[in-house]
């Protein structure tokens, strides 16, 4: 299964990356619960793993997207939003 697209050229590029911090939400607290609630995933079925599955939850910082079709718009082919702190 791929997860990306092939390279096909400077013409055609496109991406994301965001930058934040990371940090654990605990197992099977009223967060984790919620996370499987809304992903439409039954928590039964997960606790019949035999091993736990964790959940990071990122807050962004900084998300940088690099996009060629920009360029052909008349905008810089990447655009960056930066996060003020709460």
């Excluded at 990371?22 to 499987?36: D, N, R, T």
């Amino acid at each position: 299964m791929r997860k990306f697209d092939g390279y096909s050229g400077f013409h055609a590029l496109a991406g994301m990356q965001v930058m934040g911090t990371a940090e654990m939400v605990e197992p099977w607290s009223e967060a984790y619960l919620g996370v499987l609630a809304n992903k439409k995933i039954p928590a039964e079925n997960l606790r019949k793993l035999s091993h736990t599955m964790y959940c990071i939850k990122i807050t962004p910082i900084r998300i940088d997207f690099l996009c060629s079709e920009f360029k052909k718009m008349g905008f810089d082919s990447r655009q960056s939003l930066t996060f003020s702190n709460p």
